[in-house]
């Protein structure tokens, strides 16, 4: 006979176990029971919850065998620390002794490591939403998803030496995505950003966006320095890992980003993490126009995160509202922080998506924006926010906010168990923009034809004040072909001897000098107040072979957005809009004017003679007989005639 009973639920200070609030549950197990003439006698054995060893053993003799499991209810359930004393007497105490005792030794092993160096994993991980009103009725949404993990020591080296070598990753990491985690381990990453848009950001009517990026995709990567000298030699190498690797994962063309098509800027991407050498020859830098943006990319994206679109803010993230906007931004950002008090670091990884939606009328709702009613935190997020950007009296939104960061941001805080709908009411947003920029930029093409041209860029500083800024455009102009895809960076021959800097109409001597890689122009200077500056530079277009134009040839090719770089008190990159380059293509439909020329010819002949050989015609009567008048016919009996008519040797040496 075994039966189980919950005798209690008390708090642990009530058992005589101090500095505990929590709730204990003890539990009663009948493991014997013997039956006499009229009761029956029953061995009661008592636990803690979650222990396995018994903490009371008790004799328990019921009169009348039909009483004995009311009795053993009432008596269990009445079981206090008192009455379990009364009845397993020095037991009882005897064993939260050792519940004690043990749990002070495990505190005191925790401590010990701990003092020794000895990482316990602390993963984290946060979501966020943040909504932002735009001009003509635009609502900026931007979705943040961030894992960090501390970066544990290591116990035969120093802190450095196991940040260079990547000591114990993999080892403790539980929400990091692993495949991020075996990039960073088989490359050497040290920081790593990736990113994919579509559509057009408008900073002149939008002002500055949270997180900038470029048309198609773009990928930069800080890597490990090391004291080997031929490292920077396999520095190419591991690019063309990384970006192979990624293109995989996130179902992108990210492969063509070979060492002919990319650059190492100088001054444009300064790390966002801690890098123990931050020496040009250690980033790579390339970008793709090219690059569509679907629910392929998508997808990948999403089973990275925790809860992926099941839970939290991924289940707003539905395809079919996602790239129906007019500006669509995912990005991929990994970098490592560290802590100098405790000599330590941190793994960031941080998943961002941005797009600009409709508000098509002013009554909104996550509904109308998501297509999703309410909307739930993920449950292994230890936050999960909704942050709204409001103008003073034009927006009105329920549920309130659990609190406020100013007058204009508002803050949600969702909990997993408990469903959150957003309604908001929003009047007209001025239509001047947000006046947080402070360059305007606007590439073009110049010049005609097919054969010469030229590329400007136009700066505006609207300041009243000197801005200082750093330029980079990455023109693929080179003539050696490197790699699978030639035509991504062999179609423009430019002439930087032709590179010219204005200043409001008034030429600059020597604004740069040719550097390094000589498909890249890079250059610092500082705009005067409310000055527009321009840059201009010649090319000659190449004439390509066929078989280096892309599928959709007579489209053109497409040249990367310019970066612009502005050093204000708070740092922040934006890049131009791309250029569509036209240059002479041959004439891809001469091969198949050929073929159909030469196919009707084929057919017409072959047609005309079959039908003259093969077409059947009417019956001819020849020495009484019905023959047939086919040509064929005729031809073969008109060798057969032949033949036989034809005198034999034999006969003619007779006669």
């Known amino acids: ?86 009845h397993a007497d020095d037991e009882v105490d005897q064993a939260l002794k050792s ?52 970066w544990p020591k290591n116990q035969s080296g120093t802190i450095i030496e196991c940040y260079r070598r990547n000591c114990g990753i993999e080892e403790h990491y539980r929400l990091v995505p692993k495949s991020m985690i075996r990039i960073i381990k088989d490359y050497t990453v040290n920081e790593l950003h990736l990113s994919f848009t579509q559509g057009r950001w408008s900073t002149s009517r939008w002002g500055r966006p949270l997180s900038s990026a470029p048309p198609g995709s773009e990928l930069w990567v800080y890597f490990f320095p090391s004291s080997n000298s031929s490292f920077n030699e396999r520095v190419d190498d591991l690019w063309s890992g990384v970006s192979t690797t990624l293109s995989g994962l996130y179902c992108a063309s990210l492969g063509q980003l070979k060492k002919g098509s990319t650059c190492s800027p100088r001054e444009t991407f300064s790390p966002e993490g801690h890098l123990l050498s931050q020496r040009r020859e250690l980033l790579r830098y390339g970008v793709l126009p090219r690059e569509g943006v ?24 539905k395809p079919t509202r996602l790239y129906d906007t007019h500006w669509h931004s995912m990005s991929v950002n990994i970098r ?100 947080d920029r402070d360059v305007d930029v606007r590439r073009y093409l110049t010049g005609h034809g097919l054969e010469y041209g030229g590329i400007a860029s136009e700066m505006t500083n609207v300041r009243d004040e000197p801005v200082e800024i750093t330029y980079l455009d990455m023109l693929p102009w080179s003539v050696v072909i490197l790699g699978s895809f030639p035509h991504l960076f062999r179609f423009l021959r430019l002439y930087f001897h032709t590179l010219r800097l204005t200043i409001n109409g008034i030429p600059v001597e020597d604004p740069t000098k040719e550097v390094g890689t000589t498909n890249m122009i890079e250059f610092k200077m500082i705009l005067p107040p409310r000055s527009t500056t321009l840059v201009t530079v010649q090319y000659e277009k190449a004439f390509l072979h066929w078989t280096e134009h892309p599928p959709d040839a007579n489209r053109g090719f497409d040249l990367g957005s310019a970066v612009i770089t502005v050093h204000s008190a708070s740092p922040y990159r934006f890049y131009s809009d791309c250029l569509l380059l036209s240059l002479p293509t041959p004439d ?36 009484n007989e019905y023959v047939s008048n086919r040509p064929i016919a005729r031809i073969i009996r008109m060798v057969l005639s032949f033949i036989d008519t034809t005198p034999q040797q034999g006969d003619t040496s007779k006669e």
Not at 45 to 63: E, F, N, S, W
Not at 101 to 125: C, K, N, P, Q, Y
Not at 354 to 374: A, C, I, P
Not at 596 to 615: E, K, M, P, W
């Open 336 to 435: 490592r922080i560290y802590h100098p008090e405790e000599k330590t670091f941190t793994l960031e990884l941080r998943q961002s998506l941005s797009v600009v939606m409709d508000r098509k009328s002013s009554d909104w709702t996550l509904n109308s924006l998501f297509g999703v009613n309410e909307v739930k935190g993920c449950p292994l997020a230890r936050e999960s926010r909704l942050i709204a950007h409001t103008y003073p009296e034009s927006l009105k939104i329920r549920p309130l906010p659990t609190y406020n960061i100013s007058d204009n941001i508002h803050v949600w805080v969702l909990k997993s168990n408990v469903s959150t709908t957003l309604r908001g009411k929003s009047s007209r947003v001025n239509d001047e923009g947000e006046g």
């Open 1 to 86: 006979m075994t039966q189980w009973w919950n005798c209690t639920s008390a708090p642990f200070a009530s058992l005589g176990l101090p500095n505990r609030t929590q709730e204990v549950s003890i539990q009663c197990k009948i493991v014997n029971a013997v039956h006499h003439e009229g009761s029956t006698e029953v061995e009661r054995v008592t636990y803690l919850d979650g222990q396995r060893d018994p903490i009371a053993r008790t004799m328990i003799q019921c009169k009348g065998s039909s009483r004995v499991d009311q009795q053993l209810e009432l008596f269990c359930s009445s079981v206090s620390r008192e009455a379990i004393k009364r």
């Open 588 to 623: 891809f439909s001469m091969p198949y004017n050929v073929v159909t020329l030469t196919g009707t010819v084929f057919a017409l002949f072959f047609g005309a003679t079959y039908n003259l050989l093969i077409r059947r015609g009417g019956k001819g009567k020849e020495d």
């Open 99 to 150: 519940h004690e005792m043990r749990w002070l030794i495990f505190v005191l092993f925790l401590t010990w490591s701990s003092a020794h160096g000895d990482t316990i994993s602390r993963e984290d991980f946060t979501e966020q939403l943040r909504l932002k009103p735009l001009p003509d009725s635009k609502l900026l949404a931007t979705f943040d998803f961030t894992f960090t993990s501390p």
């Open 294 to 317: 679907c629910t392929e990319n998508l997808t990948p994206w999403l089973k990275q995160l925790p809860c992926s679109s099941s839970a939290g803010m991924g289940a707003l993230l």
